[in-house]
């Protein structure tokens, strides 16, 4: 299966700023995702990361607040912009390398805000 | 909303076999059922996936009712590693995984 590559793995960020996360795939994947794990609950999509087009957004998560790139199959990031203590989260890459192997998850970016 | 229902929580004993229950009544014809486990602060693991016949991979076995209404992932000799949270979730046609609450294995010694 896909190795995934998440960076930073954590980081503590000062309220009011943004926070880019890294998601590195060692082979061309069509579809990246990207979610989000409050503490002590279950994963929340944020995003679909299209290449060559915009992401598309689950309801509740808008791209001012969450922009994404994807600049090629193999790399997205995630912006967490002007953060408050709410953002404070795990979030997580995933791809869909192929049917048989299902979905990789990368090992997340611990966020805290403070 | 989740799509499926599980249980909030279960134990087991080591070295014997745990099936996890999963009910999803309004599976459409289309639907994939997966099945992804996360371990204490890791990112969720792929475990098995079906549609409609059961089956088999070296890591569990996942039964799936005639309806498709519900299943059961089976894991047949349970060790203190498959202690985790245990998502049952059907993967739609968009390809998305929407993940539920899940369900904690405790696998006691």
């Known amino acids: 299966s896909a190795v995934i590559s998440q960076k930073p793995s954590r980081d503590i960020c000062q309220r009011g700023t943004s926070l880019t996360i890294q998601c590195q795939v060692d082979?061309?994947?069509?579809?990246m995702f990207w979610y989000r794990q409050q503490p002590g609950q279950s994963l929340t999509l944020i995003a679909t990361?299209?290449?060559?087009?915009?992401?598309?957004?689950e309801s509740g998560f808008v791209i001012d607040k969450f922009p994404i790139s994807r600049p090629n199959l193999t790399f997205s990031t995630l912006t967490v912009s002007n953060m408050s203590p709410e953002d404070s989260s795990i979030y997580l890459c995933?791809?869909?390398?192929?049917?048989?192997?299902?979905?990789?998850f990368g090992s997340g970016t611990r966020l805290t805000v403070v | 909303d989740a799509k499926t229902t599980q249980p909030n929580s279960m134990e087991s004993n080591e070295e014997e076999p745990v099936h996890l229950p999963c009910n999803h009544s309004t599976i459409s014809g289309t639907d994939y059922i997966h099945w992804y486990r996360q371990l204490p602060s890791q990112g969720p693991e792929y475990v098995i996936h079906g549609l409609t016949s059961n089956v088999n991979n070296r890591m569990a076995s996942l039964a799936i009712a005639e309806d498709r209404k519900s299943s059961t992932l089976i894991l047949h000799r349970a060790t203190l590693r498959d202690a985790a949270v245990y998502y049952c979730i059907l993967r739609d046609e968009a390809e998305k995984l929407v993940f539920g609450k899940g369900m904690k294995l405790t696998v006691n010694p």
């Open positions: 995933s791809v869909a390398t192929d049917f048989v192997r299902g979905y990789t």
């Open positions: 082979s061309q994947v069509t579809m």
């Open positions: 990361a299209n290449q060559g087009s915009e992401a598309t957004y």
